[in-house]
């Protein structure tokens, strides 16, 4: 079992950043396709941003492109997510998760093709 920890949430003015970072315990974080997803109460989860095991590749929801940036450092095991020029639409609990399907380099924008969660962190943009 993979468990997911992420943290970095908070609350922002509108403009502002964060960067949320996820962390995992079993399973190194450059060994599978990772993926950043929202949710608003109320609402399902929704795909932000993913990068493949291989982390050659990453990919951004139309909402995210330009202004947030997925990475990953191997030698903190981290996961990240730097989230510029937030708006109050991004208000949301952010999670990051990972799948089990390595294939080439591939990248998952369907929460159901992820296997572990993390339990979220609150972000908040408001003035």
């Known amino acids: 079992q993979v468990h997911l920890v992420e943290s970095g949430g908070g609350v922002v003015q509108p403009g502002g950043s964060l960067r949320l970072s996820c962390t995992a315990s079993?399973?190194?974080?450059?060994?599978?396709?990772m993926g950043w997803f929202r949710q608003e109460p109320g609402n399902d989860r929704t795909f932000v941003a993913g990068?493949?095991?291989?982390?050659?590749?990453?990919y951004y929801a139309d909402s995210a492109k330009g202004r947030f940036t997925i990475s990953r450092d191997d030698t903190k095991d981290t996961l990240w997510l730097q989230m510029n020029r937030l708006q109050p639409e991004d208000t949301a609990v952010y999670f990051c998760?990972?799948?089990?399907?390595?294939?080439?380099?591939?990248?998952?924008?369907?929460?159901?093709?992820?296997?572990?969660w993390g339990q979220g962190t609150q972000v908040t943009v408001s003035s």
């Open positions: 990068m493949s095991w291989t982390g050659h590749n990453t």
């Open positions: 079993e399973r190194a974080i450059s060994s599978s396709p």
């Open positions: 998760a990972a799948s089990d399907y390595r294939i080439n380099s591939r990248i998952f924008t369907n929460w159901n093709d992820y296997h572990y």
